[in-house]
């Protein structure tokens, strides 16, 4: 068997997923290791492609629905050097695991306008990059002027965003550790700034479960016509639940945990999900969220 000793610091051992995702569903990771730093990080990919372990990242976990079962290999969560932010004029240096809510809210703080419309998204930056985090009130990929990344073999790259071929909750990342970015923001007014955000979260709560235990929006909208959420609403099952998982009343692309769900009643409910709405309007509703 493979020894961590050297990594004892940052290890520990048959954790489980449901406490390290927002849906707060999944069985144990067999090692989760939370490198501080880059040489760290590097070390231990190392170590983890030496003995042909399994490798994950994890962000803030939000955008996750981990099964029952678990995962027999490695996820890695950056923490320690990856939480620094640090803000020039209007350009910020992030690490990967600074919490995108934190970004949001220090540059509104400091009157820098970009970032506004991420307000309520519960992801850290490097998530946020990886998937193109946003919505309609813009997406991550409009302020980034670099991305650093680390390959699961150790190199580390600096890419431009147009490398990065981002798209609907899509990028090149997917695959490589991000270990940081620099963003750009435009220096606007500080009250304006919060103004805005604030808006937007209103707007945002007034439509959807935020403080709910839920990877978000569980199904992509499809191409053209109706939303996933109108086509789920549209279909009669907002409320509806199986087990202690339930499509949300408030937003129906939202699939909550009321507390005692398993990863197997999610999986249940979006399987009825997916086929009510393919009988009612013919479409295949694809997975937005990743299932590990
Ligand atoms: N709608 C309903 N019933 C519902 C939900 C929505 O009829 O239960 C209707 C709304 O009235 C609206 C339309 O569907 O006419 C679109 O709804 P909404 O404005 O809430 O946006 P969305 O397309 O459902 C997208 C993203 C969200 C993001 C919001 C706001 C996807 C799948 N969802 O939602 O992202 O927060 O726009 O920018 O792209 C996420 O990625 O996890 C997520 C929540």
């Known amino acids: 068997m493979t020894s961590f000793k050297n990594f004892a610091p940052i290890l520990s051992e048959n954790v489980p997923l449901a406490r390290l995702t927002s849906m707060r569903v999944g069985g144990p990771v067999r090692f989760l290791f939370e490198p501080r730093s880059q040489a760290e990080l590097a070390s231990l990919l190392d170590v983890l492609r030496r003995n042909n372990i399994l490798v994950r990242v994890i962000g803030a976990g939000s955008n996750v629905v981990a099964g029952d079962d678990g995962f027999p290999g490695a996820v890695i969560r950056l923490a320690g050097d990856f939480a620094h932010l640090s803000f020039e004029g209007?350009?910020?240096?992030?690490?990967?695991?600074?919490?995108?809510?934190?970004?949001?809210r220090e540059?509104?703080?400091?009157?820098?306008?970009?970032?506004?419309?991420?307000?309520?998204?519960?992801?850290?930056?490097?998530?946020?990059?990886?998937?193109?985090?946003?919505?309609?009130?813009g997406e991550i990929c409009r302020l980034v002027r670099a991305a650093r990344?680390?390959?699961?073999?150790?190199?580390?790259?600096?890419?431009?965003?147009?490398?990065?071929?981002f798209g609907y909750r899509h990028s090149t990342l997917v695959g490589s550790v991000v270990l940081s970015a620099v963003f750009q923001l435009q220096q606007s007014d500080r009250q304006a700034v919060e103004a805005a955000t604030r808006s937007f979260l209103d707007k945002k709560r007034a439509t959807q479960d935020l403080g709910a235990a839920s990877a978000g929006c569980i199904f992509k909208n499809p191409p053209g016509g109706l939303s996933a959420g109108a086509l789920i609403d549209r279909a009669g099952l907002k409320g509806v639940q199986v087990g202690g998982a339930k499509v949300s009343p408030l937003h129906a692309n939202f699939l909550v945990n009321t507390g005692?769900?398993?990863?197997?009643?999610?999986?249940?409910?979006?399987?009825?999900?997916?086929s009510r709405?393919?009988?009612?309007?013919g479409v295949d509703l694809e997975f937005e969220v990743q299932l590990w």
Do not use: H
């Not at 509104?108 to 850290?124: F, M, N, Y």
């Not at 930056?125 to 309609?136: H, K």
């Not at 769900?261 to 009825?272: F, Q, Y």
């Open 260 to 274: 005692s769900a398993s990863a197997k009643d999610v999986l249940d409910l979006a399987r009825l999900v997916r």
């Open 149 to 165: 990344v680390m390959t699961l073999q150790g190199g580390v790259t600096d890419v431009a965003p147009e490398k990065l071929a």
């Open 90 to 104: 209007p350009a910020v240096t992030a690490g990967a695991a600074v919490p995108l809510p934190r970004f949001v």
């Open 107 to 137: 540059s509104a703080e400091r009157g820098l306008s970009g970032a506004e419309g991420l307000v309520g998204i519960p992801g850290t930056l490097g998530g946020a990059l990886v998937m193109n985090a946003g919505g309609r009130w």
């Open 277 to 281: 709405v393919l009988e009612t309007s």
